[in-house]
């Protein structure tokens, strides 16, 4: 499991570096009774294991190497506002939320011998992971991916999915769960407005 905030809620990673943006916002309880928030204060040993698995899948994914990545105390409340400006940018994306300033992070563009570019993170604990994060979602920007990673629509979810339909329409994280919620929502709310207006039904 290379994933784990984004396989605990059964969705399918985003592709390649992109994943590790999903990861991070995945790591919200995301409205599941039985899953935690794995950035809460007090919780840094699972904090640090979720971090461990999630920066070998981000290595994997990018071909890099090994990144042993240590997080501190002070990096979960750092972590979880990263992930509060991207959930906000994201929602502002599909037009239903404001303009969001991103937190800044350093990074490094390198040049290899064989003229590839790559962009680096730089710092440790948090401050890496907001370099590495930042990084893949401007990559995914650049390539066209990003308007497909979205926030679940249903309020009580918010969980980060990967649209893959063919026309990028998806709101919901599960079309049978949180898309079938809504739907049943606004058939009661329908009902019970043209009951109190005397309609007919």
Known sequence: MNWPATERHCLTPAPGGLALVQEL?????????????????????????????????WAGETGRGDVRLVLA???????????????RALAADDGSGGAVRFT????????????????????????????????????AQASGLWR?????????????FYDRSRNNSGVWHSVRGCGNAAHLRACRERRRTQQESGVEL
């Open 148 to 160: 497909r990673l979205k926030i679940c629509r249903n309020d009580s979810c918010r969980a980060a």
């Open 104 to 139: 800044s992070a350093p990074v490094v563009v390198a040049l290899s011998g064989d003229g590839v570019l790559t962009v680096e993170p730089e710092g440790a604990g948090a401050r890496w992971l907001a370099s590495a994060v930042l990084a893949e979602a401007l990559l």
């Open 25 to 57: 916002l995945n790591t919200a309880s995301a409205g599941h009774p039985d899953s935690v928030d794995l950035l809460a204060d007090g919780a840094l040993d699972r904090a640090q294991d979720w971090a461990d698995l999630a920066v070998r899948g």
């Open 73 to 87: 105390a002070d990096d979960l409340l750092k972590l979880r506002c990263l992930r509060d400006q991207l959930g």
